[in-house]
């Protein structure tokens, strides 16, 4: 390709990224891939100097300041970016380039920092007094948003002190907010914001300041101007000093001494940033020293006495190829997105979930489409939205499908709910959902039986209903045939499917997969029915009587007991001898006895959990979550690499704490 087309065409996008993302709250693409498409146009450049043109993306620090509503100021100090790093190994060139350039041969200290996700922000105090406050803009040029800032609760409007400053910081929209004001967009029908970033900058930009205090917009700040001035020699003093104005800051920033123990903070943090009320996408280390700052230098966009370094993104771009539909055990169909192949917080992704229908539609996601997909706190990456504005005209709008995708019956819609339904009884998809439910932990706990097994053993013709599963010890021989079934996980397998007829009763319940009938709802059942036959033949209004039992857990529960299938199911499980009856002891034994009303909080990196299933699992069993260590925590749950949580409730005599495995163990005796 002709250099000089490809140098323009790449400045021509870089700077249609830019400016959509400086000034229409827009990402359309992820900074990494914005980074990589800027590494590739300064290569290009230095390789052809005649092509340099100072109005190049890579000469400039953000987007040309628009035309528009806000009023333009002028930055007395010009706001610089950051270089970017992605990896450990950056960092330690970056460290060997600052040894580089300073005369005096001494050991540095570096302040790491988190690097929040909003919108940069200057604000100048005189005389104490908050008089102006200051978006980036292009780095020389903002715009004056100082009635909106005022509407930030948390900025101080007037200091301890009456001094004249200069202060930089980011201004977020908490996560709480975020998910809050997105939820209501979507009731409205208007578009979702793609993230906190675009959410805080849409709402800054807002000439209304009035919506700035509805959505609670918040700011930290990360650094005093100049602070040389006023006798500071570290970054981290100066810090302190704000923070004894009453200004607000994260309150990490940590003096570290060389590139090992950066690295050990970045593992920390790359896990700990979750636990953190606002977004981040990476850290901020700086060189402590504000003396040596002049000597190590800058370059036209960035100094050189500091470095971000980027947490691998939650969010990316990509394109959606195809959707296809998901049968779940209760014949629910999910669409799930084919995606072309990207790297999302660090793993390959080709599938997310659209959730529904009716969320394909508010969303206007079509196929062909680019879309934003992102991992938060759920496992499985949801798409987040359709990135219109990248539309050509091809893309298709997706289909609500009429027959199942497993075993083409008609599918049922019922009148105003969201959910498509297969309702063939004998579908295959629906028959290995029930089995994997029926052998989960919570169920009867089976171990052996992954997904892949369960598949072939439907397909072998081995399993029809859950009742197969104790006959599988009459296939032993079969079973042998199986690839990778050694005769040791046999033996397991059936081990554990005869230990499982000891499993209690309300395990028992829990495991025929009533719809709304969880863990909690199978123990009230278990304790107020004693028995199976008793359960069966209760009515609609005996069930209502029960506490905790509601009028849409009492109709599922009687529509499930008449089916035919139910009541073959249940009596092939009675012959093979499961616990249809409450055991003796478990009589008055009373449910959430351990959980009920106490406090939970848990840190650090959990196995079993995402951080939403475990808040979920402390709130079924009566259980509420807490968001600090505090003296009214009663349990911290403690996952690997936990952090200043545990340690500041191990000050705390009144609190137990619980690693992982025993709670799960102590859960499970409920
Ligand atoms: S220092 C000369 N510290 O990241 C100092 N920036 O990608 C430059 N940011 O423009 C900024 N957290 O908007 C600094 N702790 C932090 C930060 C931070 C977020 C933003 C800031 C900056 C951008 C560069």
Same mark, same amino acid.
């Given at each position: 390709?002709?250099?000089?087309?490809e140098? !323009?065409?790449?400045?021509?996008?870089?700077?249609?990224?830019?400016?959509?993302?400086?000034?229409?709250?827009?990402s359309?693409i992820?900074?990494?891939e914005y980074?990589?498409?800027?590494?590739?146009?300064?290569?290009?450049?230095?390789?052809?100097?005649?092509?340099?043109? +100072?109005?190049?993306p890579?000469?400039?620090?953000?987007?040309?300041?628009r035309?528009?509503?806000?009023k333009?100021?002028?930055?007395?100090?010009?706001?610089?970016?950051?270089?970017?790093?992605?990896?450990?190994?950056?960092?330690?060139?970056?460290?060997?380039?600052?040894?580089k !350039?300073?005369?005096?041969? /001494?050991?540095?200290?570096?302040? *790491?920092?988190?690097k929040?996700?909003?919108?940069? %922000?200057?604000?100048?105090?005189r005389?104490?007094?908050?008089?102006?406050?200051?978006?980036?803009?292009?780095?020389?040029?903002g715009?004056?948003?100082?009635?909106?800032?005022?509407?930030?609760?948390?900025?101080m409007?007037?200091?301890?002190?009456?001094?004249?400053?200069?202060?930089?910081?980011?201004?977020? +929209?908490?996560?709480?907010?975020f998910?809050?004001?997105? /939820?209501?967009?979507?009731?409205?029908?208007e578009?979702?914001?793609?993230?906190?970033?675009?959410?805080?900058?849409?709402?800054?930009?807002?000439?209304?300041?009035?919506?700035v205090?509805?959505?609670?917009?918040?700011?930290?700040?990360?650094?005093l101007?100049e602070?040389?001035?006023?006798?500071?020699?570290?970054?981290?003093?100066?810090?302190?000093?704000?923070?004894?104005?009453?200004i607000?800051?994260?309150?990490?920033?940590?003096?570290?001494?060389?590139?090992?123990?950066?690295?050990?903070? %970045?593992e920390?943090?790359?896990?700990?940033?979750e636990?953190?009320? &606002?977004?981040?996408?990476?850290?901020?280390?700086k060189?402590?020293?504000?003396d040596?700052?002049?000597?190590?230098?800058?370059?036209?966009?960035?100094?050189r006495w500091?470095?971000?370094?980027k947490?691998?993104?939650?969010?990316?771009?990509?394109l959606?190829?195809?959707? @296809?539909?998901?049968v779940g055990?209760?014949?629910k169909?999910?669409?799930?997105?084919?995606?072309?192949?990207?790297?999302?917080?660090g793993?390959k992704?080709?599938?997310?979930?659209l959730h529904?229908?009716?969320?394909?539609? !508010?969303?206007?996601?079509?196929?062909?489409?680019?879309?934003?997909?992102?991992?938060?706190?759920e %496992?499985?990456p949801?798409?987040?939205?359709?990135?219109?504005?990248?539309?050509?005209g091809?893309?298709?709008?997706i289909?609500?499908?009429?027959?199942?995708?497993?075993?083409?019956h008609?599918?049922?819609?019922?009148?105003? *709910?969201?959910?498509?339904?297969?309702?063939?009884?004998?579908c295959?998809?629906?028959?290995?959902?029930?089995?994997?439910y029926?052998v989960?932990?919570?169920?009867?706990? %089976?171990?052996g039986?992954?997904?892949?097994?369960?598949?072939?053993f439907?397909?072998?013709? &081995?399993?029809?209903t859950v009742?197969?599963?104790?006959? +599988?010890?009459?296939?032993?021989?079969?079973?042998?045939?199986?690839?990778?079934?050694?005769?040791?996980?046999?033996d397991?397998?059936?081990?554990?499917?005869?230990?499982?007829?000891a499993?209690?009763?309300?395990?028992?319940?829990?495991?025929?997969?009533?719809?709304?009938?969880?863990?909690?709802?199978?123990?009230?059942?278990?304790?107020?029915?004693k028995?199976?036959?008793k359960?069966?033949?209760?009515?609609?209004?005996? *069930?209502?009587?029960?506490?905790?039992?509601?009028e849409?857990?009492?109709?599922?529960?009687?529509?499930?007991?008449?089916?035919?299938?139910?009541?073959?199911i249940?009596?092939g499980?009675?012959?093979?001898?499961?616990?249809?009856?409450?055991?003796?002891?478990?009589t008055?034994?009373?449910?959430?006895?351990?959980?009920?009303?106490?406090?939970?909080?848990?840190?650090?990196?959990?196995?079993?959990?995402? !951080?939403?299933?475990?808040?979920?699992?402390?709130?079924?069993?009566?259980?509420?979550? *807490?968001?600090a260590?505090?003296?009214n925590?009663?349990?911290?749950?403690?996952g690997?690499?936990?952090?200043?949580?545990?340690?500041?409730?191990?000050?705390i005599?009144?609190?137990?704490?619980? @690693?992982?495995?025993?709670?799960?163990?102590?859960?499970?005796?409920i």
């Amino acid at each position: 390709m002709d250099i000089k087309k490809e140098i !323009r065409d790449l400045r021509e996008l870089l700077k249609k990224y830019s400016e959509s993302y400086y000034n229409e709250n827009e990402s359309l693409i992820s900074d990494y891939e914005y980074d990589k498409l800027l590494e590739k146009l300064n290569e290009l450049e230095k390789a052809n100097p005649e092509c340099m043109d +100072l109005f190049s993306p890579t000469m400039s620090v953000g987007a040309s300041v628009r035309e528009n509503k806000f009023k333009k100021v002028e930055h007395e100090h010009p706001m610089l970016s950051l270089a970017n790093s992605y990896n450990t190994g950056e960092i330690v060139d970056f460290i060997e380039r600052i040894k580089k !350039r300073i005369s005096e041969k /001494k050991e540095l200290k570096y302040c *790491l920092e988190v690097k929040l996700d909003g919108l940069s %922000i200057s604000l100048t105090y005189r005389q104490g007094k908050l008089i102006k406050a200051v978006t980036r803009g292009d780095g020389f040029v903002g715009e004056d948003v100082t009635e909106n800032i005022m509407q930030i609760e948390s900025v101080m409007k007037i200091l301890s002190e009456p001094i004249d400053i200069e202060i930089r910081g980011e201004v977020v +929209l908490p996560l709480v907010n975020f998910e809050k004001l997105n /939820k209501e967009r979507l009731e409205k029908g208007e578009e979702v914001f793609a993230n906190p970033r675009n959410a805080a900058s849409g709402t800054l930009r807002q000439l209304d300041s009035n919506i700035v205090r509805e959505r609670g917009l918040d700011a930290y700040f990360y650094f005093l101007v100049e602070a040389e001035k006023l006798g500071l020699h570290s970054h981290s003093e100066s810090i302190k000093y704000l923070e004894s104005l009453g200004i607000k800051t994260t309150g990490i920033f940590e003096v570290l001494e060389n590139s090992k123990e950066i690295e050990n903070r %970045i593992e920390y943090w790359g896990k700990e940033r979750e636990n953190l009320p &606002y977004e981040t996408d990476g850290l901020v280390i700086k060189v402590d020293e504000i003396d040596l700052w002049e000597e190590i230098g800058y370059t036209s966009k960035t100094p050189r006495w500091a470095i971000a370094y980027k947490f691998p993104a939650h969010q990316v771009s990509t394109l959606l190829k195809g959707v @296809t539909w998901q049968v779940g055990r209760t014949g629910k169909l999910t669409p799930v997105a084919e995606l072309q192949e990207v790297e999302l917080s660090g793993s390959k992704v080709k599938r997310a979930s659209l959730h529904n229908i009716n969320e394909i539609e !508010r969303k206007d996601i079509r196929i062909g489409d680019r879309v934003f997909i992102e991992k938060a706190a759920e %496992i499985i990456p949801q798409v987040v939205k359709a990135i219109k504005e990248e539309r050509v005209g091809t893309e298709k709008i997706i289909e609500e499908p009429t027959e199942c995708p497993v075993c083409s019956h008609k599918l049922e819609r019922e009148e105003g *709910l969201v959910d498509i339904k297969c309702v063939n009884d004998e579908c295959p998809a629906k028959i290995q959902g029930e089995i994997e439910y029926f052998v989960s932990r919570d169920a009867l706990n %089976i171990m052996g039986l992954g997904s892949k097994i369960v598949e072939k053993f439907i397909d072998l013709g &081995y399993i029809k209903t859950v009742v197969d599963i104790f006959n +599988l010890k009459n296939h032993r021989d079969d079973l042998e045939q199986i690839d990778k079934m050694g005769k040791k996980s046999i033996d397991n397998l059936l081990n554990s499917i005869e230990s499982s007829k000891a499993r209690e009763y309300d395990k028992v319940i829990y495991s025929l997969g009533i719809p709304f009938i969880g863990k909690v709802a199978s123990k009230i059942l278990a304790k107020n029915s004693k028995n199976i036959d008793k359960l069966m033949s209760m009515t609609f209004e005996e *069930l209502i009587q029960i506490e905790g039992i509601g009028e849409i857990a009492a109709k599922e529960i009687i529509e499930f007991f008449l089916k035919e299938k139910s009541q073959k199911i249940i009596s092939g499980l009675k012959e093979q001898g499961l616990k249809f009856e409450l055991s003796e002891s478990k009589t008055e034994e009373s449910i959430n006895s351990n959980f009920s009303g106490k406090t939970f909080l848990f840190t650090g990196t959990l196995k079993h959990f995402t !951080r939403d299933q475990i808040k979920e699992e402390i709130e079924k069993l009566g259980g509420k979550n *807490l968001s600090a260590v505090s003296k009214n925590l009663d349990y911290l749950i403690v996952g690997e690499k936990a952090g200043s949580k545990l340690k500041k409730a191990q000050e705390i005599e009144t609190i137990k704490i619980l @690693t992982e495995d025993e709670f799960i163990d102590l859960k499970d005796k409920i």
